[in-house]
């Protein structure tokens, strides 16, 4: 009796222990199946697009779906002046809550994220306000799930945007460009759009991503929750402002030193003597050089309402080149004056002569009174004519009662005077030109004077423009 009951005890111990092996063995076998994503999908039942796809991931309609938006400046490609477009690459991550999502890790051998198409769960109508052309970004069409029910989509994003640009400390300019982002549809009391970084983290993290390729540094990064309102209709935004500051060298000195040279050389050219006429040949050479850097420059400014004052100082010296053309051609024409018998008008004598030479400190050799030396040898250029057809007249009548020598010295006489009235002649016209080249010179030296004052005067005003930061 007693090895009956002791079999019986060995062999329900023996029952027990084949069950726990077997209950151990499903237990393993359940978990290798609870592995599996396709297992996770279905407890998920992510077939039901109705639930997941069609609808707002909410269990309540009148509770808004939080959208957290991050971005990272990642890239300046181009700021288009022309267009006045940013084309910028960007790192997008965007997350929400899918309240219809949720599983336990432990169940399914601690999975707490797991990645699914796009085109299996709900997703914002993501709209940027600023966007102009098409999408051409990379597409990644993934989306994070977690357990708790939270969705990740992350994605760069190629974009040209607008971006109204202020080229007036061109280019020593700096300029800000936005980027918002926002439902299309849905409302503030659908969607509510917030920022998941705040300014200095995003501006540091767009620092150490920030791949420095073009002609433009990124300053900062400014970010702000909105709310836009249309129509009377409230809708969230999250708006990105991206602060630029363009690297100037390549117009430093492709444009700016080369205007710079061409001007000094024009000034020097003012030194050149006005007689030979070599001056004003070199002087449109240099305009004709100027003119190509005005096209060049034309072809790199924006089509803006507001013009860059690098545009205005070049203008300017633009214009104060032809005023000195045109003052050379007027001093060629005073010398041209000079080799005729033509006098210097009275008014240009006065204003020119007297008043503008005192003002340049330039000495005059000009004679008030061009008769008065005349006078003190008793005759004036005028009575020479007459008086030497008088002593022919008295010549003829007293030819036969004077004597050989009287005849002679009446002769003598009259040589004499026609000598003296072509010298007196000689006199005047050399007279003449002579105020008509000090005229000329007065002149030439108050457009060089003036060509030297406005041309300090406007770079003095273009460097304090380009010092004063413009944001």
Request: charged share 20%; net charge negative.
């Amino acid at each position: 009796m007693f090895h009956k009951i002791t079999l019986i005890h060995t062999v329900m111990a023996k029952s027990d222990l084949i069950i726990l092996i077997i209950f151990a063995h499903l237990d393993v076998l359940f978990s290798e199946d609870s592995c599996e994503y396709f297992q996770l999908m279905e407890h998920l039942k992510l077939t039901d697009s109705v639930r997941f796809l069609q609808s707002r991931p909410v269990d309540d309609w009148r509770k808004p779906t939080q959208v957290f938006i991050d971005s990272t400046v990642a890239n300046i490609i181009q700021l288009e002046g022309t267009t006045q477009s940013l084309i910028s690459l960007l790192w997008l991550d965007m997350k929400w809550k899918n309240s219809f999502i949720s599983w336990d890790p432990n169940e399914f051998c601690g999975m707490e994220s797991m990645t699914m198409p796009l085109d299996l769960l709900w997703l914002p109508d993501l709209y940027i306000y600023e966007i102009m052309d098409d999408d051409v970004s990379p597409v990644v069409n993934v989306l994070e799930v977690k357990h708790d029910g939270s969705v990740k989509q992350s994605k760069p994003i190629r974009l040209v945007s607008a971006c109204k640009l202020d080229i007036f400390g061109f280019p020593f300019d700096t300029q800000r460009c936005t980027i918002t982002f926002g439902p299309y549809v849905h409302t503030v009391e659908q969607i509510t759009m917030v920022a998941a970084s705040n300014s200095s983290v995003v501006t540091q993290l767009s620092r150490d991503n920030f791949s420095k390729r073009g002609e433009w540094e990124l300053l900062h990064i400014d970010v702000q929750n909105l709310n836009l309102s249309f129509s009377g209709i409230l809708y969230s935004q999250v708006k990105y402002t991206i602060t630029l500051k363009r690297i100037p060298i390549v117009y430093v000195v492709n444009l700016i030193c080369p205007a710079g040279f061409l001007i000094i050389l024009d000034f020097a050219g003012m030194f050149i003597s006005v007689t030979g006429g070599e001056r004003l040949g070199f002087k449109i050479t240099v305009v004709l050089g100027f003119l190509v850097l005005l096209l060049i420059l034309n072809d790199q400014l924006p089509n803006t309402d507001v013009s860059p004052i690098l545009g205005v100082f070049c203008l300017l010296c633009f214009a104060l080149m032809i005023i000195s053309i045109m003052g050379t051609i007027g001093v060629l024409y005073m010398v041209e004056m000079s080799s005729m018998s033509s006098e210097v008008p009275s008014w240009m004598k006065k204003w020119v002569l007297k008043h503008m030479a005192k003002v340049l400190l330039v000495k005059t050799s000009h004679t008030a009174d061009a008769g008065a030396d005349e006078n003190i040898i008793g005759f004036s250029n005028s009575s020479v004519p007459s008086t030497s057809i008088q002593m022919k007249k008295a010549l003829e009548k007293t030819s036969r009662k004077d004597s050989n020598e009287a005849i002679l010295l009446k002769k003598l006489l009259l040589e004499i005077l026609m000598i003296r009235r072509h010298l007196a002649n000689a006199r005047l016209k050399e007279e003449s030109q002579n105020d008509w080249h000090m005229v000329a010179y007065v002149l030439d030296r108050f457009i060089c004077i003036f060509y030297f004052c406005s041309i300090v005067i406007s770079m003095g005003v273009l460097i304090t423009v380009w010092a004063i930061p413009h944001i």
